[in-house]
């Protein structure tokens, strides 16, 4: 599907609790380089990834929320001033520093009573509502969203479904209204992996209105691209987030989901979708992984003078480096491990996990294997180091890549972290899945 064209996956209604971990903040070894050693982004420019919004609909907070764009500050490298354990020096002279403290709060306290006595009287004739609360600014706030109905396996009346898994469905509406059920219903179920809260999820998808029969956009029309996300998350609308959880990859469903658990009071104009409006989804379910996932398949040695890479399951991988060799001047690559799935193309959002060391001694500075969640990105969309956008494009999902990258594609003359000034690095890359993110 092309940025172009409208995704039925929309934002969730929940708040969103921050997904454990889409890490697309932390970027393999730091950040990209630059003049400035940091930035500061305001809350108020910060978005729902993917324009998936709704129309007027404010970007959730994942905790507290502020009232303007003040940075917010968690530390401070001030050291305050040495004081005994009663909060003043030791030894103080004379009378003694907290002879005076207390002396000084006395005076206050007596000044206060007697000025908060003076304003009682002299008010005492004014109307005595005036320093109540406002009861409008007291009261809790009302939730702005209609809460998602539990999941039923069937209805009194459900859509009829023809075709076969990896196809686009034929969907037959009935000719009478939804009775607002949140179906979720296993058409035909996979053998693959079970998706758990946070699986990261790839689907096809099939959709209709059911109010008005017309076609919504499905990843099976022209340009489409299987949608994927961390499930459970409520980072797409509950029909897709939620629907899937505890089903198999390779499994299709049945989802029918009324406006709470699709967009809501507000519809979705530019789909032509009302707010009263029950929409049909026949999902696929593609791929299922874990955030702590790895591929596996039968390894390919790397030619004898590329790094050799030894591998540790769930850990990082060990790399050896070739005694004496010349950092290359170009990108170099070798698949380990051979993947079945589609080839990766510019623009789609990949899911991977990764091992980066130095080319020169072998030195891991930074794999997401030790942090147990997969990296997600765009490809080719510049938010990584250039080695990794031109290494990765056209290589198959399932597979284990080694890249070599010359510091002119990676942090160049100024370094990284523990990457110096002009390093070679050498990534393993494993490439979970790839899809519309």
């Not at 340009?223 to 961390?230: A, D, M, R």
């Not at 509950?238 to 390779?250: E, N």
């Not at 050799?308 to 790399?319: R, S």
């Given at each position: 599907?092309?940025?172009?064209?409208?995704?039925?996956?929309?934002a969730g209604t929940a708040a969103n609790d921050s997904p454990a971990g889409d890490p697309a903040a932390s970027r393999p070894g730091g950040p990209l380089?630059?003049?400035?050693?940091?930035?500061?982004?305001?809350?108020?420019?910060?978005?729902?990834?993917?324009?998936?919004?709704?129309?007027?609909?404010?970007?959730?907070?994942?905790?507290?929320?502020?009232?303007?764009?003040?940075?917010?500050?968690?530390?401070?490298?001030?050291?305050?001033?040495?004081?005994?354990?009663?909060?003043?020096?030791?030894?103080?002279?004379?009378?003694?520093?907290?002879?005076?403290?207390?002396?000084?709060?006395?005076?206050?306290?007596?000044?206060?009573?007697?000025?908060?006595?003076?304003?009682?009287?002299?008010?005492?004739?004014?109307?005595?509502?005036?320093?109540?609360?406002?009861?409008?600014?007291?009261?809790?706030?009302?939730?702005?969203?209609?809460?998602?109905?539990?999941?039923?396996?069937?209805?009194?009346?459900?859509?009829?479904?023809?075709?076969?898994?990896?196809?686009?469905?034929?969907?037959?509406?009935?000719?009478?209204?939804?009775?607002?059920s949140f179906v979720v219903k296993v058409l035909s179920e996979g053998s693959g992996a079970k998706v758990d809260k946070n699986s990261w999820t790839s689907?096809?998808?099939?959709?209709?209105?059911?109010?008005?029969?017309?076609?919504?956009?499905?990843?099976?029309?022209?340009?489409?691209?299987?949608?994927?996300?961390?499930?459970?998350?409520?980072?797409?609308?509950?029909?897709?987030?939620?629907?899937?959880?505890?089903?198999?990859?390779?499994?299709?469903?049945?989802?029918?989901?009324?406006?709470?658990?699709?967009?809501?009071?507000?519809?979705?104009?530019?789909?032509?979708?009302?707010?009263?409006?029950?929409?049909?989804?026949?999902?696929?379910?593609?791929?299922?992984?874990?955030?702590?996932?790895?591929?596996?398949?039968?390894?390919?040695?790397?030619?004898?003078?590329?790094?050799?890479?030894?591998?540790?399951?769930?850990?990082?991988?060990?790399?050896?480096?070739?005694?004496?060799?010349?950092?290359?001047?170009?990108?170099?690559?070798?698949?380990?491990?051979?993947?079945?799935?589609?080839?990766?193309?510019?623009?789609?959002?990949?899911?991977?996990?990764?091992?980066?060391?130095?080319?020169?001694?072998?030195?891991?500075?930074?794999?997401?294997?030790?942090?147990?969640?997969?990296?997600?990105?765009?490809?080719?969309?510049?938010?990584?180091?250039?080695?990794?956008?031109?290494?990765?494009?056209?290589?198959?999902?399932?597979?284990?890549?080694?890249?070599?990258?010359?510091?002119?594609?990676?942090?160049?003359?100024?370094?990284?972290?523990?990457?110096?000034?002009?390093?070679?690095?050498?990534?393993?890359?494993?490439?979970?899945?790839?899809?519309?993110?």
């Amino acid at each position: 599907m092309t940025e172009k064209t409208p995704s039925p996956g929309g934002a969730g209604t929940a708040a969103n609790d921050s997904p454990a971990g889409d890490p697309a903040a932390s970027r393999p070894g730091g950040p990209l380089p630059g003049d400035g050693e940091s930035i500061v982004v305001p809350p108020s420019i910060l978005k729902q990834q993917a324009g998936w919004a709704q129309p007027g609909e404010t970007p959730r907070a994942s905790g507290g929320t502020t009232t303007d764009d003040t940075p917010q500050i968690f530390a401070s490298t001030v050291r305050r001033a040495d004081t005994s354990e009663a909060g003043y020096d030791e030894n103080p002279p004379g009378v003694g520093r907290l002879g005076v403290i207390l002396g000084t709060v006395l005076a206050l306290l007596l000044a206060g009573s007697a000025v908060t006595l003076y304003l009682v009287n002299k008010d005492g004739d004014k109307d005595t509502n005036a320093a109540k609360p406002d009861a409008a600014k007291t009261a809790p706030p009302k939730p702005s969203a209609e809460p998602v109905p539990p999941i039923k396996d069937s209805a009194k009346v459900l859509p009829t479904v023809a075709g076969d898994f990896g196809k686009k469905a034929e969907i037959q509406v009935p000719g009478e209204p939804s009775d607002g059920s949140f179906v979720v219903k296993v058409l035909s179920e996979g053998s693959g992996a079970k998706v758990d809260k946070n699986s990261w999820t790839s689907v096809d998808y099939t959709a209709k209105d059911w109010n008005t029969g017309k076609d919504i956009p499905s990843s099976y029309d022209a340009n489409g691209k299987p949608q994927i996300f961390q499930a459970g998350t409520d980072s797409l609308i509950p029909a897709l987030d939620q629907a899937v959880i505890g089903k198999k990859a390779g499994s299709r469903l049945l989802v029918v989901a009324p406006p709470a658990a699709a967009f809501g009071s507000q519809g979705k104009a530019d789909m032509s979708i009302g707010a009263k409006d029950d929409l049909i989804f026949v999902i696929d379910i593609r791929n299922a992984n874990a955030p702590d996932a790895v591929v596996s398949g039968t390894v390919t040695p790397p030619p004898a003078d590329f790094p050799q890479v030894k591998d540790n399951g769930k850990k990082p991988a060990e790399i050896t480096p070739v005694a004496g060799a010349k950092d290359p001047t170009e990108l170099k690559s070798h698949v380990l491990i051979k993947g079945t799935g589609p080839k990766v193309e510019k623009g789609e959002k990949v899911v991977v996990q990764y091992t980066g060391a130095l080319f020169k001694d072998g030195k891991v500075f930074d794999s997401s294997l030790s942090k147990g969640q997969a990296f997600t990105f765009p490809v080719g969309g510049g938010q990584v180091i250039q080695g990794w956008d031109q290494g990765l494009e056209g290589q198959t999902v399932g597979s284990r890549v080694e890249l070599v990258i010359p510091a002119a594609l990676g942090y160049g003359d100024k370094g990284q972290g523990d990457i110096p000034p002009g390093a070679t690095l050498v990534f393993v890359v494993d490439i979970l899945d790839a899809g519309q993110g």
